[in-house]
């Protein structure tokens, strides 16, 4: 299977972006899938995760502003992310697995958070 993430861009402090990871090839439905992020100069980190069944996890920092969920039947995992902040500017990517990555990394998708 592989991953695209899509759906990032230039928003102001407090705005909110929808991300998407759509999946192509086999189906999903049975992985759990997390997205990551890089910031300028800084290495990749796990934001969130979504297993099979629906459990989530996430990130301390994005916790009650960011909501992943899944939609099985179009292969795409979504990112929802609320009341942004400059601190989560950076590259989001997708991949298969709880919180560690099982497959090579696709092109992220860049979201920019303006002061």
């Known amino acids: 299977v592989q991953l695209q993430a899509s759906g990032g861009g230039l928003v102001q402090a407090g705005g909110s972006l929808r991300l998407s990871c759509a999946a192509s090839?086999?189906?999903?439905?049975?992985?759990?899938i997390a997205w990551y992020r890089q910031a300028p100069g800084k290495e990749r980190e796990w934001v969130a995760a979504?297993?099979?069944?629906?459990?989530?996890s996430y990130l301390d920092f994005v916790k009650g502003r960011f909501t992943i969920s899944r939609d099985n039947a179009k292969k795409t995992v979504y990112l929802q992310m609320n009341n942004l902040k400059p601190e989560d500017t950076g590259v989001y990517y997708c991949?298969?697995?709880?919180?560690?990555?099982?497959?090579?990394w696709g092109q992220g998708t860049l979201v920019t958070v303006s002061s």
């Open positions: 979504i297993a099979s069944g629906g459990l989530t």
């Open positions: 991949n298969v697995g709880w919180k560690r990555p099982f497959r090579s």
């Open positions: 090839g086999s189906t999903i439905s049975g992985d759990a």
